[in-house]
């Protein structure tokens, strides 16, 4: 398995307080990946990393900023938490040094409930 | 705007064959994935195609039409464990931007 961890796992916040989730990697992977999962809309980018301080938007990247300073570490910052971003949140991985980069590596997920 | 339709949930007999469909319309497109997740877990790759044509990996395969913008999994000798949701993801593009469909709730029965 791929060595990429979340980190918290599980959170409870209020909203309008900021949030930021953490993704750590061992595998010194190109790209990192920001997803949400909600029932019924699958697996949705909020932001992705090309590199170091190299990042772009997804799909629904309102609400959400992130930060790349290290290859093995990627942040997502909820700026002021919303209930519409209770979510399950997954971070992933892809493109090793052997440049192959379609698989992604998917990190355990983080459950945040905003009240 | 960028679709990618599976049915929502199938349901097939323990060792059985099933197939899950995936059509897309989207703006780019690299290759087709497939995911597996199940219930509580994150997603898993299964399979990847970029060109036409059928690809198998053990009791796994995965279609890919271009022209038809469609592409299928295919799961032979069902086993329990299979129960899962199944994912197909298009590759928009070389940054390696994955779109993805809703999921396939896969139920098998004994």
């Known amino acids: 398995d791929a060595g990429i961890t979340q980190s918290p796992r599980h959170k409870v916040t209020e909203t309008g307080t900021p949030v930021t989730l953490r993704c750590h990697q061992t595998?010194?992977?190109?790209?990192m990946y920001w997803y949400r999962q909600d029932p019924g809309h699958g697996l949705r980018l909020i932001h992705y990393?090309?590199?170091?301080?190299?990042?772009d938007k997804g799909e629904v990247s309102d609400g959400y900023s992130v930060s790349r300073s290290k290859t093995e570490d990627f942040l997502l910052t909820l700026e002021s938490a919303t209930s519409s971003q209770t979510s399950v949140y997954f971070c992933?991985?892809?493109?090793?040094?052997?440049?192959?980069?379609?698989?992604?590596?998917f990190g355990p997920g983080t459950r945040l409930l905003v009240l | 705007g960028q679709s990618l339709e599976q049915p929502s949930e199938v349901t097939a007999v323990e060792g059985a064959i099933v197939q899950i469909n995936c059509t897309y319309q989207t703006s780019g497109f690299y290759g087709l994935s497939w995911y597996q997740q199940h219930d509580g877990g994150a997603p898993t790759f299964l399979s990847y195609n970029a060109l036409d044509g059928l690809e198998e990996t053990g009791r796994f395969s995965s279609f890919l039409s271009r022209s038809d913008s469609y592409g299928y999994l295919l799961l032979q000798e069902l086993q329990m464990k299979d129960s899962a949701s199944y994912f197909c993801a298009v590759s928009l593009d070389s940054n390696y931007q994955l779109i993805w469909g809703a999921g396939t709730k896969l139920i098998i029965k004994p």
């Open positions: 595998e010194n992977h190109r790209y």
């Open positions: 990393s090309y590199g170091v301080k190299d990042t």
């Open positions: 992933a991985i892809s493109g090793g040094t052997s440049g192959v980069g379609e698989t992604q590596y």
